[in-house]
Structures are given as C-alpha cells and as structure tokens.
C-alpha cells in the first residue's frame, strides 16, 4: 500500500468550507471568525498530506482549534493525536465511539487495515444526538446516526457561495463494511446494527441537503466534481445527490 499515491489536491466547496482530506481518509476545514475547525483528520500516515493541503490553501495548522469526528475508526481519527500535539486543538467525538479512539475495545478498524493503534487520545468532548455546537460565526448540527458505528454523527451546517446560504449535510459513516456477518460476528456485536442503519437514513431522509459532502470521496462523487469545478460553476451544489445517495445505501442494506 503506497500512502503517497493518496495525494489529492485540497478544493474550495463554499465560501467556507474545503476538502483538504486523501482519497482514503476524507478531511475537511471550515473556516470561521474564530479559527479553523477540522472534520476528520484521514490515517496517521497520511497526516503530512492533509497539513500540505491546509498549507497549499494559504491557511496555517496553527489556527486549528476544533477536530471533530464523525466516527472513531482509524481513518477519520489516525492524525488526531499528532495534530493535537502540535496545535493544541479540541476533539469531539460522538458519544459510543469514545472507547474505539481511546484504545479500549478493538472497534477502530485498525485490525481490519492491517496496523495498530498506535496513537489513541481522549476526546475533550463528547457529542450527543441534536447538538448543536457554536464555533465562531458558525453552528454545526449534529444527529446520532448509529450503525457504521455506535457513535456515528452526522453534520449539518449553512454554507455560503455567491451571495446565497445553502444546507450542507453529510452522512458520517455510510460504509457497509461494519455491518457484514463476518465483521459483527467477529466482534461480538449484535446484528441490531443492521435495524438502526435504516433507521438512521430514515432520519436523514428528512432532511433537504444543498451540498452533500462525502464521509469518502466516493459518497458524493467527489473525484468527479472536483474536475467540474470552475469559477463560474460549483458541482459541489447538487440538489439530488443527498438522497440518491441515501437511498442506494437503503437499497445496499436489505440485500446484506
Ligand atoms: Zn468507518
């Protein structure tokens, strides 16, 4: 596995907010009136990947005050540690996940990408379902989405481009991975997970999302419409692609 090649190129999705993750670890920055706030910090290795991003968009680590989680596997918190370490940041995680990214139960999928868990931290903050946290000139909302994890949140927030305010969503842990016999077998867990996965889409059906951001590049055809953008034209305001997504998740998941 060659970490370099998961080099991706940081891009402006509103006034706001950017993708400064890889293609396997999904990072994003959002900027506000006081300081940077980071969703999601990809694998450990990759850590001087996302921080040349941030340098690549002319914003300094530095002014990282917030890391927030969508869910405590390896490849949404591996950088966490060695961030803190040097900005000195809060982390948030979603209450269920707290144990996966202290190092107390084997649920970070670190097994399941061949490594260890190398660098676990104590979360500052414990995020609860229908929060809705105040960072700055922004507020992020957040609802308990169980089934990828326990502790699975998802975000919403307002965005701003060209004058006009849209609602950004994204699904904070859509993979299916967690849910195969194999997996829930293997650790102990309770095909119950299967139940609250749909309920947790029923839920975010709900929800009229402007711009949907990917958990991974893949959800929200990221790739795609990072080679659309152009200064006239933003792809990443795409009215359908929330609930398509959701619903072909939906679909997934019955014939599991
Ligand atoms: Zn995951």
Redesign the pocket.
């Known amino acids: 596995m060659n970490y370099w090649e998961w080099d991706l190129q940081p891009v402006q999705i509103s006034d706001e907010l950017f993708y400064v993750g890889t293609r396997k670890g999904p990072s994003h920055l959002l900027k506000t009136n006081d300081g940077l706030v980071l969703i999601d910090t990809g694998f450990p290795q990759s850590l001087y990947m996302l921080l040349e991003n941030i340098r690549r968009l002319s914003f300094d680590y530095r002014d990282i005050k917030h890391i927030i989680h969508t869910?405590g596997?390896i490849?949404?918190f591996g950088g966490t540690r060695a961030l803190v370490e040097m900005c000195g940041a809060k982390t948030y995680i979603g209450e269920g996940d707290e144990d996966a990214v202290m190092g107390l139960n084997e649920l970070s999928?670190c097994v399941d990408f061949n490594r260890e868990l190398e660098e676990p931290f104590t979360p500052d903050v414990i995020i609860r379902d229908g929060d809705k946290l105040k960072f700055g000139d922004k507020e992020i909302e957040f609802i308990s989405t169980p089934g990828?994890?326990k502790g699975t949140l998802s975000l919403f927030m307002n965005l701003t481009w060209k004058g006009k305010t849209y609602r950004a969503g994204m699904f904070g842990?859509a993979?299916l991975?967690?849910l195969e016999e194999d997996y829930i077998k293997r650790h102990n867990l309770s095909f119950s997970c299967r139940d609250e996965y749909k309920a947790s889409i029923d839920k975010l059906l709900t929800h009229k999302v402007d711009i949907h951001l990917g958990n991974h590049v893949r959800d929200n055809n990221h790739l795609a419409k990072m080679e659309q953008k152009r200064e006239d034209n933003n792809p990443f305001i795409d009215y359908d692609s929330w609930g398509t997504f959701l619903s072909k998740q939906k679909e997934k998941i019955e014939i599991l």
């Open positions: 869910h596997h490849d949404h999928c990828h994890t842990g993979g991975n967690t």
